[in-house]
């Protein structure tokens, strides 16, 4: 089955403590992003990258790095979460010039 | 940067009745898109529109796109409780394509049985 496929699913950790969500896709699609998403701002970018060793920033970066070494992973890594990155985590993939993303189930991290 | 407006940001309707979400876009729209969420889940393509005066449909649910490219409507009819969640659109770069895609705040539709 096509999917994106992000893990865990549910994630609370302590603030500093590194972590890193992994985020996996099996329809070879070259470009994949993450968002996050909080009530009342909705969904924003925080990376993408358009393929293999190629990321840029989205419109809020600060406090995550990615990495793309191969096509069909794209882990975002928190390297000291803060409180203020508790939020819905959401990995998505696009073949190049389709319709669109498609999204994972989505990563709920609370950092205490 | 381009920004989504939507309205409103949240729907209560009776099954049955007909609905329309707008999306209004700070910049012309190269590629708009739109998308269902339930609570707390990932989000799901409904459709994509790119050309001024497009329409398409997918079973009951219609989304526009005016001339101008700056705004776009989903219109459910007949509306089921099925059709309920969150609806985002979405809007692709200078290019309209999908990688640096900004996404509207939603609108929450509750559909009363």
């Known amino acids: 089955e096509a999917q994106v496929t992000q893990n865990p699913r549910y994630l609370i950790t302590v603030t500093g403590k590194k972590l890193t969500v992994t985020c996996s896709q099996n329809?070879?699609?070259?470009?994949m992003s993450w968002y996050r998403q909080d009530p009342g701002l909705g969904l924003r970018q925080i990376y993408y990258?358009?393929?293999?060793?190629?990321?840029d920033k989205g419109d809020v970066p600060e406090g995550y790095k990615v990495s793309r070494k191969e096509k069909r992973n794209f882990p975002l890594i928190l390297e000291s979460p803060s409180p203020n990155q508790t939020s819905l985590y959401f990995c998505a993939s696009s073949l190049r010039g389709s319709r669109g993303y498609t999204f994972g189930s989505g990563t709920r991290l609370t950092v205490v | 940067s381009q920004e989504l407006e939507q309205s409103p940001q949240s729907l209560i309707v009776q099954e049955g009745k007909n609905l329309t979400i707008n999306c209004t876009s700070s910049?012309?729209?190269?590629?708009l898109y739109w998308y269902k969420q339930k609570y707390g889940e990932g989000l799901i393509f409904l459709m994509m529109?790119?050309?001024?005066?497009e329409e398409k449909s997918h079973e009951k649910i219609t989304a526009k796109l005016d001339e101008k490219k700056q705004q776009s409507s989903l219109h459910i009819t007949a509306s089921q409780p099925s059709h309920a969640g969150i609806y985002l659109c979405g809007a692709g770069g200078t290019q309209g394509g999908s990688e640096k895609l900004v996404f509207g705040k939603g609108t929450k539709l509750t559909v009363n049985p």
């Open positions: 990258s358009m393929n293999v060793e190629v990321t």
């Open positions: 329809m070879n699609h070259e470009y």
């Open positions: 910049k012309t729209l190269y590629g």
């Open positions: 529109l790119q050309k001024g005066g």
